[in-house]
């Protein structure tokens, strides 16, 4: 089966600007998730989708952060303005509907860097 | 703050058994373990979970202690590349899964 699919792969903003990150879950995947990884660190949850609306987005820095998943498939997540301390990757991950397992599935990520 | 104790790095000879240790102190008793492994510029991937008895398949075998306090991944035959970040963590039903910063497996030629 397709990957999680993720675009772009890389991307060079300068602060104060904006971004945004699409993501491709696989067919038939209905829970999606956002993580952010910053160099050395393990990945962080920002927000988790089931099908079109959102489970928890506890840790999504609300004012400079915003993510949808229209129609309970492809999910956007923007960055607007940019800080330093936002380059990172962003990790898209996607997961059948909960049976048991906490398998995910991650796309190859897009890294952000700052300027 | 993570869960579970790993150490920071590890080396292991090529074709030689990889073990990976993990620490689940705060562990309950519906908690199940996984482990993950991140290869350079590519996403986390699943490996193995298990919640009291040894599991296995085609990547590797998870051995957890009676106590369930502490777990081992082991990469029966490691090749280059098994090099990578790999991930240990504990979790109960569809709780959110959150990782620590790893082990660095590095695989010698």
């Known amino acids: 089966e397709a990957g999680v699919a993720q675009s772009p792969r890389y991307k060079i903003i300068e602060k104060r600007q904006s971004v945004a990150f699409w993501c491709n879950p696989i067919s038939g995947h209905a829970t999606l998730y956002w993580y952010q990884q910053i160099l050395g660190q393990g990945p962080k949850l920002l927000i988790q989708?089931?099908?079109?609306?959102?489970?928890?987005d506890s840790q999504l820095p609300k004012d400079r952060f915003s993510a949808e998943r229209l129609k309970g498939v492809d999910s956007t997540l923007k960055i607007q303005p940019a800080k330093l301390e936002d380059s990172a990757v962003y990790l898209c991950?996607?997961?059948?509907?909960?049976?048991?397992?906490?398998?995910?599935?991650f796309g190859a990520g897009s890294r952000l860097t700052v300027l | 703050d993570a869960k579970t104790t790993q150490p920071p790095s590890m080396d292991c000879a090529e074709g030689r058994a990889a073990n990976l240790p993990c620490n689940h102190s705060?562990?309950?008793?519906?908690?199940?373990v996984y482990w993950y492994r991140q290869i350079h510029s590519q996403g986390p991937q699943y490996i193995i979970h298990?919640?009291?008895n040894n599991e296995t398949n085609e990547m590797a075998s998870l051995i957890i202690t009676e106590d369930r306090k502490s777990s081992t991944l082991i990469l029966p035959h490691a090749t280059l590349r098994d090099t990578a970040v790999y991930y240990c963590?504990?979790?109960?039903?569809?709780?959110?899964?959150?990782f620590g910063t790893g082990t660095r497996l590095t695989i010698i030629p």
């Open positions: 991950a996607s997961q059948l509907q909960y049976s048991g397992a906490n398998v995910l599935t």
């Open positions: 705060t562990i309950s008793g519906n908690e199940y």
């Open positions: 298990g919640l009291k």
């Open positions: 963590t504990d979790i109960f039903g569809n709780e959110k899964l959150t």
């Open positions: 989708f089931q099908n079109n609306g959102v489970v928890d």
